[in-house]
């Protein structure tokens, strides 16, 4: 059971309105961070906002801003989120020529730096670049939209996640991104994640407020069993 770092939610401001972005991250005021996609439609197929969006956001809410950068050359581009107020920065490996190299720049800039894994990328390799991050990401869905369906598939790599993570005594977070919902965020927790992203879940939802508050209670109660 882990209880030293607690459950956090954030909510994808990808489902959100765009034309109504403060008014719908005040509504999610109670989320432990807010969840910005960053999609360059090279990464990914998808194209949605970059630096100027993120300094307005940052100015907007007092909620720490979690940003997941689906973008090709990341060593290049991260490193401006931190300056436009983002608390966190996560970049894709499969992206990224130097992630060690990026993800110190990061923590120097005073971010902590996330490292994500598509669907088909292994942990494994990446064993000894662990103690250089603050997070991990395994995506359960191919990174790209909101509202695609839960990749089950993904699960004994959270599973494998955080053995590695308890092993070498490592107190990353363990994110996981894509279909997270009531139907599948116990599963997630079971396995071991313990910061949950969710868009249309959150978005889609008659009260995001009180989603929140049913997926955070739904996770810990799954995260107690484990
Ligand atoms: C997808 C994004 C996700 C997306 C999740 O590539 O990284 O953060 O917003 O949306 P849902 O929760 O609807 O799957
Ligand atoms: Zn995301």
Redesign the pocket.
Known sequence: MRTDMGIHIAP?I??ADFAHLADEVRGVAGADWL?V?VMDNHF?PNLTLGVPVVESLAKATDTPLDL?L?IEDPDRWAPAYVEAGASSVTFHVEAATAPVRLARELRSAGARAGMALRPATPVEPYEELLPELDMLLVMT?E??????AFLDLCLPKIRRARALLDRHGLDLRLQV????SLETIERCAEAGADTF?????VFGADDPAAMVETLRASAEAAAARR
């Open positions: 994808s990808l489902s969840h996609d990914v997941h689906m869905v990174p790209g939209f909101g509202g695609q991104d894509g279909g997270v992203v969710a868009g249309s879940a």
